[in-house]
């Protein structure tokens, strides 16, 4: 739902700052008022390309800024493209330059265009920009289709179908393709093996290696500074072994007067049996040393044979290992390649006849709910002065298995008769998308995600009693969804939960547009008035006016508890920028 919107600098609004609530907004004033430019304002927050032209003479730059109430769709779609959540609210700005270059925030985070995109589409259907309405776009046809028919679980079923074929596809895949490739595959992977095989490497010898010939690399050296630690230790006279010995011998004497020294004698004797067990530990090592220059040539070879089978394989001696494992099963793979191909032949067959079985099944629950989708909009539409109008809803069955089935799901509409129904995107424009709108939106109010509706001038060449049929249409939709209705007819505009008048004025020699919040009093029946008589208010307008709000008021509808008419939401605004 759309919680605010606020314009700077676009076309002939110079600020503008407008709240609105649940149920139903209408937005009226004179023709070329600019009601237009708040649906064309609230298009560029979607994503909607745009020039230098709609920037307001005099100035560099212009502002867009829209705050959206969070719904479980839009949180997620934050998630997914990494931007902020800041809680209740998405805010929503953006920043047109006079050179064409343009920024966008969202929640204060710079966006490119294409994520903007992404992350509002769907929010928000205004009719009569194609660009914009979902259900104008072809591509969510079976989407909206699935969802009035309730069809999710037959959808889940044949998906889990395909994904098993998609998973056959791909081990089939995996076996790669004529049998000469096959053939160089197999003999690329015997050598890899062969290679590997060759030197017989274990896990961790790399390493035993290299520190066995540093030690042999260092023998000599080794063997003199050990027998140089073992005399300091306990060979000549003063050695560590004799001083610690002299040490203890007199803290024994002092512990017969004094028995507080016996710890101290307790660790010089530990010491000593250290020193002790040290030297002999060294006097080991340096017989045991030998240089063995062959061994050490030995050694460095291996590791030398061992460095250049890992730098080719790119990776480690346990990553070789690894590896080594992986060619030897894709190997027994491939030279098994014709049995095993057969089974998931069959296997195969068996996969897709349960998946073309799911989705013949889904092919028609989409027909028949197809007819009742079809047979629903027809109704709408007779209600809004085009019962002679065509809809259809066409459900094409093909032969190839795809993600979301067999089918192809398109709307087809024609509003005259006599003319042959088209795609819904190439006929529908103006009022006739408006009202088309309409009806597809009562349709589909339970199944529909979209929260907020536009409607631009949805009474376009109706009038009489069928503008109270329209009337009471939008306001019967507006108890499911937000909607807001730029309309003509004082018979639409009697239904507002709150009514906005767009006004154009004179300041300082520049025209303004400005948006003004009706009270439910005096100020909407004027302006209502106004609406039937032009521009001079008669008393009868009046009160016609005052019978068509008690007469509005009386309709019974499941109406939602909006806000207060008029309420800014400037500080939102602020405060999440």
């Given amino acids: 739902m759309l919680l605010g919107l606020r314009i700077s600098n676009v076309a002939v609004i110079e600020e503008v700052e407008v709240a609105f609530g649940a149920g139903l907004t209408v937005l009226t004033g004179e023709t070329g008022a600019g009601k237009s430019i708040l649906v064309d304002a609230l298009g560029l927050l979607l994503g909607g390309r745009a020039d230098a032209d709609v920037i307001r003479a005099g100035c560099e730059d212009a502002a867009v800024e829209g705050v959206f109430a969070r719904t479980p769709a839009l949180a997620a779609r934050l998630e997914e493209l990494g931007l902020p959540d800041l809680g209740d609210e998405v805010l929503v700005r953006r920043v047109l330059g006079r050179t064409g270059r343009g920024k966008v925030y969202v929640n204060g985070a710079l966006v490119t265009l294409g994520v903007l995109g992404k992350l509002t589409r769907g929010a928000v259907d205004i009719a009569g ?29 044949y998906g889990r179908e395909w994904v098993n074929l998609r998973e056959v596809d791909a081990r089939m895949d995996a076996l790669g393709g004529d049998d000469a490739k096959v053939r160089d595959r197999a003999e690329f992977l015997r050598f890899q093996l062969d290679e590997i095989t060759r030197l017989e490497p274990e896990a961790g010898e790399d390493v035993k290696l290299d520190a066995e010939r540093r030690r042999l690399g260092s023998a000599q050296k080794l063997k003199r500074q050990a027998a140089e630690a073992e005399l300091l ?20 004497e002092s512990v017969k007067c004094d028995a507080t020294l016996a710890p101290v004698a307790q660790s010089l004797s530990t010491a000593l049996s250290e020193l002790e067990e040290a030297a002999r530990r060294l006097n080991r090592y340096v017989e045991g040393l030998e240089s063995d220059p062959g061994r050490l040539g030995e050694v460095e070879e291996r590791l030398d044979a061992l460095k250049r089978l890992c730098r080719k ?5 346990d990553g070789v290992l690894q590896k080594r494992g992986e060619l030897e099963t894709e190997l027994g793979t491939l030279e098994n390649r014709r049995e095993i191909l057969e089974e998931l032949n069959q296997e195969r067959k068996r996969v897709e006849e349960r998946a073309r079985k ?22 709408g539409l007779g209600g809004l002065a085009m019962g002679k109008a065509a809809f259809d809803v066409r459900v094409t069955a093909g032969e190839t298995l795809r993600p979301d089935g067999l089918d192809e799901v398109e709307f087809f509409f024609s509003a005259n008769p006599g003319e042959p129904a088209r795609p819904l995107a190439k006929v529908a424009s103006g009022g006739e998308a408006s009202r088309l709108l309409l009806a597809l939106k009562r349709a589909l109010a339970d199944s529909d995600a979209c929260g907020c509706y536009i409607l631009d001038e949805a009474d376009a060449g109706v009038s009489g009693a069928i503008a109270d049929v329209v009337g009471r249409m939008i306001r019967d939709v507006s108890s499911h969804r937000q909607v807001l209705c730029i309309t003509h007819l004082p018979q639409v505009a009697a239904y507002a939960d709150a009514h906005l008048l767009i006004r154009k004025s004179v300041k300082g020699e520049r025209t303004v547009s400005q948006v003004l919040p009706l009270s439910a009093g005096a100020e909407r029946t004027q302006e209502l008035a106004r609406m039937m008589s032009g521009m001079e208010v008669t008393r009868e307008a009046l009160g016609a006016a005052e019978a068509l709000v008690r007469s509005a008021h009386r309709s019974p509808r499941a109406r939602r508890e909006s806000g207060p008419e008029g309420t800014s939401p400037r500080g939102r605004l602020r405060r999440t920028a």
């Fill in 358 to 379: 799911a989705a013949l099944s889904l092919s028609r629950a989409r027909k028949a709910s197809a007819g009742a989708f079809s047979q629903q909009v027809r109704d």
């Fill in 233 to 252: 230790v306990a060979g000549e006279a003063p050695s560590a072994v004799e001083i610690v010995g002299r040490a203890l011998g007199l803290v024994h």
């Fill in 129 to 157: 920009q194609h660009e914009h309405v979902s259900l104008f776009d072809s591509g969510l046809h079976r989407v909206l289709l699935d969802k009035y028919g309730g069809l999710e679980e037959s959808l889940a079923a």
């Fill in 313 to 317: 394989h790119g990776m480690t001696l």
